[in-house]
């Protein structure tokens, strides 16, 4: 059983930088892939990032290649994903999911899901 908490969603505006965070409880995290999905309103549950158990391989959607950086740090049972160059369109809550063994990209794959943390970036 693995528990996930997020953190770190807030207001920013356009061209600016959040650090998202995600604590996980249990004490076998880093057999874990993580991955990091949103939702906005109306839309359906987008893959964002991935990243294996041990952090060796990294993994993005289209839409924040080369502006979004997951990253992970077994010792602290955290995962975090650097946002820069936020956009509106990023706009969406941001949860946070756990799998044993490899990355997938369906949300359906993943076992465990955070509350979520809402992101909201202006014009």
């Known amino acids: 059983q693995v528990q996930l908490v997020e953190s770190g969603g807030e207001l920013v505006q356009a061209g600016g930088s959040l650090r998202l965070s995600c604590a996980a409880s249990?004490?076998?995290?880093?057999?874990?892939?993580m991955g990091w999905f949103r939702q906005a309103p109306g839309k359906e549950r987008e893959f964002v990032a991935a990243?294996?158990?041990?952090?060796?391989?990294?993994y993005y959607g289209d839409s924040v290649k080369g502006r979004f950086t997951i990253s992970r740090d077994n010792a602290k049972n955290t995962v975090y994903l650097q946002m820069n160059s936020l956009k509106p369109e990023d706009t969406a809550v941001y949860y946070c999911?756990?799998?044993?063994?490899?990355?997938?990209?369906?949300?359906?794959?993943?076992?465990?899901w955070g509350q979520g943390t809402q992101v909201t970036v202006s014009s």
């Open positions: 990243i294996s158990w041990s952090g060796g391989s990294t």
């Open positions: 999911a756990a799998r044993p063994s490899y990355v997938r990209y369906l949300a359906r794959e993943y076992n465990y």
């Open positions: 249990g004490r076998t995290f880093s057999s874990y892939a």
